[in-house]
């Protein structure tokens, strides 16, 4: 992927963690995503929890599919370690990485389309298996790296930017992470940092599955009236040319901060609102029926429930199903991984 480094130079009174780094030091290349995406939104994000929590980077592997929101890896966390895997097989990756070493800060970056099409499957079973780790999808709707395609996630009947009109209903991530058993399940909009980097901490914090299902603005191609997913970003067209060329309009990024418990009408940049309500005190994260009815009440009301939806403090994680040695796999050695013909007598027999 094409990436530009940013300047290595810095002020010198930047606020310093208990590590004694920097924001800055949390970063990585600029960002080639469209201007006013809600992706770099969410990158921020992950870079003021990282800092927030003097997590030192060289503990955290970063994890990515394909897709816009697959390559937001490169904008952050340049010296932790990274995997840009195929499309739809980040958890695969995830899974194999983490159960080699444990001891490492896992979070795995995907979009609706990486992970409600392709990647469905591979979805469904890291949540089944309590896999450790933080799976952030930014959400926008659309196939933002094929021109604008409707993903698994697009609301019924939300016209694409040509007019055409899409005939299926959308899957709500949150709602199916869980009945699949989830741990840890969010929603939250990348235009609202004071809601999102506490969910990222925490979700960090938390062991097990850990679930955020961003709403990620595409600033590009999802942008129509309708789409709860997204603004229209108004585009431009060149008419001295046979073939009149797109053009992005530089617009201010969409910000939001309000009240638990309220409701916002956020205007976009077309003249449509996007209703969010976000979860106040009376919401019991604890029970999962009542997570699952507060999404679809919002829904039915036209609004997207944000917030931490649920929590299960007492989920194990796939190392603890597994009883696993106490010590990263990748740490053992040869006596360790092979016990001898005796044990493999002992396996054998309980095979025949």
């Given at each position: 992927m094409s990436y530009i480094q940013k300047p290595v130079a810095h002020h010198p009174a930047l606020p310093r963690n208990a590590l004694g780094l920097t924001r800055?030091?949390?970063?990585?290349?600029?960002?080639?995503?469209?201007?006013?995406c809600g992706h770099d939104s969410i990158t921020a994000?992950?870079?003021e929890a990282c800092f927030e929590m003097d997590l030192p980077a060289h503990r955290i592997a970063?994890?990515?599919?394909?897709?816009?929101?697959?390559?937001?890896?490169?904008y952050f966390l340049s010296r932790s370690h990274?995997?840009?895997?195929?499309?739809?097989?980040?958890?695969?990756?995830?899974?194999?990485?983490?159960?080699?070493?444990?001891?490492?800060v896992y979070i795995g970056v995907s979009g609706d389309g990486d992970t409600a099409s392709i990647g469905l499957g591979q979805f469904c079973h890291a949540v089944r298996r309590r896999l450790n780790m933080t799976y952030i999808v930014m959400n926008n709707g659309c196939y933002g790296l094929t021109k604008g395609q409707f993903s698994a996630t697009n609301d019924k009947a939300s016209p694409s930017k040509k007019g055409e009109v899409n005939p299926f209903e959308g899957i709500d991530l949150c709602q199916m992470a869980i009945q699949l058993g989830a741990g840890f399940v969010a929603r939250s909009f990348s235009g609202d940092?004071?809601?999102?980097?506490?969910?990222?901490?925490?979700?960090?914090?938390?062991?097990?599955?850990?679930?955020?299902?961003?709403i990620s603005p595409c600033v590009t191609f999802n942008n129509h009236p309708t789409s709860t997913k997204s603004y229209d970003y108004i585009r431009a067209h060149n008419m001295a040319s046979e073939n009149p060329l797109d053009f992005v309009e530089s617009?201010?990024?969409?910000?939001?901060?309000?009240?638990?418990?309220?409701?916002?009408?956020?205007p976009m940049h077309d003249g449509s609102h996007l209703v969010l309500h976000k979860l106040g005190e009376g919401h019991d994260p604890r029970n999962s029926s009542d997570a699952l009815m507060a999404i679809r009440k919002g829904a039915a009301k036209g609004s997207v429930v944000t917030g931490l939806l649920y929590v299960n403090e007492e989920q194990q994680d796939l190392h603890d199903i597994l009883d696993t040695d106490a010590r990263p796999l990748n740490t053992l050695q040869t006596p360790d991984l092979c016990p001898g013909s005796k044990a493999l007598d002992g396996i054998n027999a309980r095979l025949r």
């Amino acid at each position: 992927m094409s990436y530009i480094q940013k300047p290595v130079a810095h002020h010198p009174a930047l606020p310093r963690n208990a590590l004694g780094l920097t924001r800055r030091d949390y970063e990585g290349s600029m960002s080639t995503l469209c201007a006013g995406c809600g992706h770099d939104s969410i990158t921020a994000a992950i870079i003021e929890a990282c800092f927030e929590m003097d997590l030192p980077a060289h503990r955290i592997a970063k994890v990515s599919g394909i897709g816009c929101s697959s390559k937001a890896p490169t904008y952050f966390l340049s010296r932790s370690h990274g995997f840009n895997s195929v499309h739809g097989r980040m958890p695969s990756i995830t899974t194999g990485a983490n159960m080699a070493n444990k001891d490492l800060v896992y979070i795995g970056v995907s979009g609706d389309g990486d992970t409600a099409s392709i990647g469905l499957g591979q979805f469904c079973h890291a949540v089944r298996r309590r896999l450790n780790m933080t799976y952030i999808v930014m959400n926008n709707g659309c196939y933002g790296l094929t021109k604008g395609q409707f993903s698994a996630t697009n609301d019924k009947a939300s016209p694409s930017k040509k007019g055409e009109v899409n005939p299926f209903e959308g899957i709500d991530l949150c709602q199916m992470a869980i009945q699949l058993g989830a741990g840890f399940v969010a929603r939250s909009f990348s235009g609202d940092k004071n809601q999102l980097i506490p969910l990222i901490k925490a979700a960090i914090s938390y062991k097990g599955f850990a679930f955020i299902d961003v709403i990620s603005p595409c600033v590009t191609f999802n942008n129509h009236p309708t789409s709860t997913k997204s603004y229209d970003y108004i585009r431009a067209h060149n008419m001295a040319s046979e073939n009149p060329l797109d053009f992005v309009e530089s617009k201010d990024e969409i910000t939001v901060d309000y009240a638990a418990g309220t409701s916002a009408s956020i205007p976009m940049h077309d003249g449509s609102h996007l209703v969010l309500h976000k979860l106040g005190e009376g919401h019991d994260p604890r029970n999962s029926s009542d997570a699952l009815m507060a999404i679809r009440k919002g829904a039915a009301k036209g609004s997207v429930v944000t917030g931490l939806l649920y929590v299960n403090e007492e989920q194990q994680d796939l190392h603890d199903i597994l009883d696993t040695d106490a010590r990263p796999l990748n740490t053992l050695q040869t006596p360790d991984l092979c016990p001898g013909s005796k044990a493999l007598d002992g396996i054998n027999a309980r095979l025949r």
